[in-house]
């Protein structure tokens, strides 16, 4: 059995947890809009370099809206044409690398030529890091250090920036951030950014 299929296929158990938790969630107040002057275009590319199950959760909430997305874990560059943006969830799991059959150097490579392409094709990029403080690990950090400072637009959990890292970077880099207290707010940042009705 080839390993991507075999890393779907054990990852199905948490893919589960995911759908379940956004089910029983309630929606909150929508904390803090996105920016002004900061939109994105229809149709979305999304995918998970580092391979952390966010990515799941973020297809469900985009499934709820009724926009079709095209997400692939293991997306590769020539898979954005025709996309008008890329989302990209910044986080790493080291069990998820593990179910996927691929090591982080091989997905850092991938997430770099998946930057380079979207820039040449005049994709924007969004970086979206859901897993809050749980995915703030070595793996994750190597993955965030590496992409987020390329993105276009940041949102970002608040319990994944108690360090106030993606602030900083915000700042420096003047990358636009939405800062969010709950993965359920994304449906809400995804109407604004995206003008869903």
Do not use: W
């Amino acid at each position: 059995m080839p390993l991507k299929t075999l890393g779907r296929r054990l990852t199905v158990c948490t893919v589960v947890a995911l759908l379940v938790t956004v089910t029983i969630l309630s929606c909150s107040a929508y904390a803090q809009k996105v920016p002004a002057g900061v939109s994105a275009e229809l149709p979305v590319a999304m995918t998970c370099p580092g391979q952390a199950p966010e990515g799941q959760l973020v297809k469900l909430i985009f499934g709820r809206l009724k926009t079709p997305i095209k997400y692939d874990p293991f997306m590769e560059p020539k898979e954005v044409s025709g996309s008008k943006t890329l989302i990209i969830i910044l986080g790493g799991s080291g069990k998820g690398l593990g179910s996927a059959g691929v090591n982080l150097q091989d997905e850092m490579k991938r997430a770099e030529a998946l930057v380079a392409e979207a820039n040449k094709q005049k994709i924007k990029l969004v970086g979206i890091h859901s897993g809050g403080e749980d995915r703030r690990g070595e793996v994750s950090t190597k993955l965030i250090d590496l992409v987020a400072p390329k993105m276009s637009y940041l949102i970002v959990r608040e319990d994944g920036n108690k360090d106030g890292l993606f602030t900083k970077l915000s700042s420096e880099r003047k990358i636009p951030l939405t800062l969010i207290k709950g993965t359920q707010e994304l449906s809400d940042v995804f109407k604004e950014l995206f003008s869903i009705k």
